[in-house]
């Protein structure tokens, strides 16, 4: 039987930071924070929707909400500007709010919370660190110039930097007003750079369709490496490259050939959750 998806969920950094607002007597700014996070979400799901992207489960965090996107073909500027819409939204939201207190003064004390969360919203989300979308955008940008791997690897090592001042931040803050937000995000942001969600954050990051587009204009190169046919499926995905359509050629501890396993067969496996034997892929190649 296959396992039931699931299409929301609550990251324990948020449960935690949802439990100390209980405790510590801000759980109505913690609710509208909620809220502007969800329609913060709402039009990153909008936007690639109406780009043509299926959405995923959403997963709200401490430092904000993720959105895995079920389509693998995004281009660098269409990945850009869904990371960008939502930030946008939010600032956009509280420069009507300003207006709003210009016109009916009155409501300045009922709506200064809500103002300070979407403010807040847009600036942290455009930091350069990753999964936020500041770090969306520069991953994108760095990945025109650059390997999608090396943009990774650099993007989590800004983000890593980040999360230990945050962390000092945090640490500094217990000897004057405690902060204890600052250290939730900053566990949060470093937890997330050093691990990888298998299922998921490749799943997004191939280039299939870009490879078929630059095939109709001037053909694309194709790469052939050799890995051993012990190596784990996972593992391959580290080594594609969006500047080839990569060939995998099996070899045994002779480094005689013993199968071969395409691009496309291993995007496909991973896209559809179904996995496969290397060993029974070996079968079927020869």
């Known amino acids: ?49 109406k780009l043509g992207y299926k959405i995923g489960k959403i997963t709200l965090m401490a430092t904000g909400v993720t959105l895995e996107a079920e389509s693998d073909e995004f281009t660098f500027n269409e990945e850009i500007l869904i990371a960008i819409s939502a930030p946008l939204f939010n600032f956009s939201l509280s420069l009507l709010l300003v207006v709003f207190w210009w016109l009916i003064p009155e409501t ?10 979407n403010l807040s919203i847009f600036a942290f989300n455009m930091l ?20 999608r791997q090396v943009a990774v690897m650099i993007t989590k090592t800004v983000t890593i930097m980040f999360a230990c001042l945050l962390f000092v931040v945090f640490i500094v ?32 990051n191939f280039y299939l369709l870009r490879k078929y587009e630059r095939a109709k204009k001037r053909g694309v190169e194709e790469k052939k490496i050799y890995v051993s046919e012990d190596i784990k499926p996972y593992s391959l995905l580290r080594l594609l490259d969006a500047r080839f359509y990569v060939v995998f050629i099996l070899v045994d501890k002779n480094m005689k050939e013993v199968g071969i396993i395409k691009e496309r067969d291993l995007v496909e496996s991973f896209t559809n959750n179904a996995g496969f034997s290397l060993r029974e892929k070996t079968k079927n190649s020869i």
Request: with cysteine.
């Open 173 to 204: 803050s217990l000897f004057f007003v405690p902060n204890f937000n600052f250290g939730v995000m900053a566990v949060t942001l470093f937890l997330g750079a050093i691990t990888e969600d298998k299922s998921a954050v490749y799943k997004r």
């Open 1 to 49: 039987m296959r396992k039931k998806e699931k299409y929301f969920s609550l990251h324990y950094s948020f449960i935690l930071l949802l439990v100390a607002s209980v405790l510590l007597g801000f759980f109505k700014v913690m609710f509208l924070y909620f809220v502007c996070l969800l329609l913060h979400e709402f039009v990153h799901s909008l936007v690639a929707r």
């Open 128 to 147: 350069p660190i990753f999964p936020l979308d500041g770090g969306r955008v520069l991953l994108a940008i760095l990945s025109k110039k650059k390997e």
């Open 108 to 117: 300045y004390n009922f709506t200064l919370d809500l103002f300070v969360i």
